[in-house]
């Protein structure tokens, strides 16, 4: 949680009641560590590896789409099309290797291009959310929820809305397979969440887009080519997403393309402000939004563990976005 | 011209969604017969009277220059109220539930006013608890309504040869219109959304007209859920995904700003009956048998749809401006 980027952070906090500010700094590592000693206590067969890699396999998805949300959020923006991006993926995916777009001179050859293909269409779609935002200067939750209606639909078309079904061990590696008993899904997870992390501290491009989205003027005032780094912003969260819409389908041998992401945007939404990412933009932690999605899951997971049922889970999650959300405004005023 | 220009454009928007029903109307007459049949008029009135009635409280709360994420989820939880509550009669379920979506209305005007959170979080979260809310209520599954109470004659029965949700629909668009134009009330939401920090220097009560664009969004997708549980006979915990966008997308068609301070509550109606048509006239294609289009095509239609329309209000907006 370190790695927060604020301007003009300092001084300001000490005027602050000191339990405040700590709750809204280091409040998710806290609620992390408090839930995993309540189940270590108190559900039974908690600590074992094969509870880590259930929670692990149902947050990859979430965290590699919330990482691109991210960023969008960072400047100031919002994506969602997220949901129906990953439907496109998913949908081309095994259109691609099983093969209906064009014949196939290898089987090799279409797992290859089932992994690059779908996920540059979801990234071009994203650099178009990008470029409908940058060139009209449409607000960011209309232009993304044109993809948001057209796209699930692209992806029910391509498909005639038809479960595909598909046993294919090179390609489903990145939903099934595993690095050292590890899901290889969570070591891409950790990849591209480390990447994220770097890039949005380290790099020039980092420093732009919380730039712009601390406030947009000055920055292009100050020579960031707001519209370049905008497009790219988008077009990374179209690429994780097309990413994750192939780890869904690999883990379930299926792409249905009415299911694939359904309501993604609203769970990577809440993992963002969860972990403590400003959503007006200007403040932003990659690292913050994986604790804020595992945070959510594990919630989850403890209360079914403890025979509370789905629905009221529901309830408590919403709980936790307001309260999350509550306390970093309160650290903030 | 500064002055004139964005008058201009706003009028133009207005009419431009009129324009467009007209044009697709005529389109679906000149090319399919019972197009304009009674039938087909008022089956496409009956259906999409609920999305029109969330588009209304929408309409509301986008002048405000907010959000309401949770009218699907909190017609979803109307509807299984209204179920529960439909042996007891159709007024026991109207009103069961519509107060259920008061309730969700008034948690998000408290998250909303009180706590100071951004609507589009805060109506985040209250989607996630009236979903959660209704599949607890309705044991995961649909509930049935009574029929021998009368309460289906809220979704399917008629008055004066006219589907009862469309007269409620369009008494309630009426009266939603003549309170945002020629009431304190009306003025003072598209005040609040042209300029909120104004508008509170000016001694109007901000906090409590944005409170009551969210109690009354609340109380429609409520409204809307009665009629979803009427016209189909069940109260449906998992209906209403993707409500919220469509309203969204039906008030932003109807030429409403997302930004806040503009907004016209006809044209949403136009809006909704604009997108509720795409669907009727793909339809009407697929029985020509010309062509097979799937209902898939549908949302791939209203999305071109939305682009051509924010493209087209974003070009006028910058033209009036670039004037300016």
Redesign the interface.
Known sequence: MAELVAPAEGGRSLRRPEWRTFLSRYGSVVALALLLVFNLAFTPNFATWQTVNVNLTQVCAIVIVAVGMTLVIATGG?D?SVGSLMAIAGALAPLIFLGHVIPLPHPMVGVVLAFIVPVLVAGAFGWFNGW?ITR????P???T??????????A??LT??NLQVFNLPEFQFIGLGRVFRVPFQAVLMGVIVAAAAWMLRRTVFGRQILALGGNERAARLSGVQVGTVKRQVYMISGLLSGVAGLIVIARNSAADANLVG??ME?DA??AV?VGGTL??GGRATVVGTLLGALIIQLVRYTLLANGV???????V???I??LA??LQ?QSQS | MTGFAPQAVRTLGRHGVLLALVALILFGWARYDNFLGSFNVLSVLRYNAMFALVALGMCYVIMTGG?D?SVGSTAALGSVVAALASPYGPVAGLLAGVAAGLVIGVINAV?IVR????P???T??????A??????LAD?QSVSVSYESGFVDLGQGDLFGFPVPAWIAASLFLAGSVALNFTAWGRAVLAVGGNEDATRLMGLPVDRVKASVYILSGGLAGLAGVILAAQFGAGQPIEG?GWE??A??SV?VGGTL??GGVGSVGSTLAGVLLLGLIFNILNFENGLGSISL?A?????????F??LV??IQ??L??RSTGHA
């Not at chain 1, 929820?145 to 692209?154: D, K, S």
């Not at chain 1, 049922?309 to 309830?315: F, G, M, V, Y």
């Not at chain 2, 898939?296 to 071109?304: D, E, H, I, N, P």
Request: proline share 1%.
């Open positions: 919002i969602l409908l009209f200067k449409i607000q939750i209309i232009a929820l044109v993809l948001f209606i057209a796209g699930r639909g692209i029910q078309v005639n809305g359904l309501g609203l939404i809440a402000a959503l007006t049922p789905d629905a009221a889970a529901l309830l999650k919403a709980v976005i307001v959300v509550w405004r | 959000i994420l998250v706590l100071n959170i951004l589009f979080i805060a985040l979260a209250t989607m996630l608890a979903s959660g809310c209704a599949l607890l995961n995904v966008l469509f969204i997308a932003v997302l930004t799937s898939y095509w549908q949302s791939v239609v209203r999305g071109a939305l682009l924010v493209i974003a070009r907006m910058t």
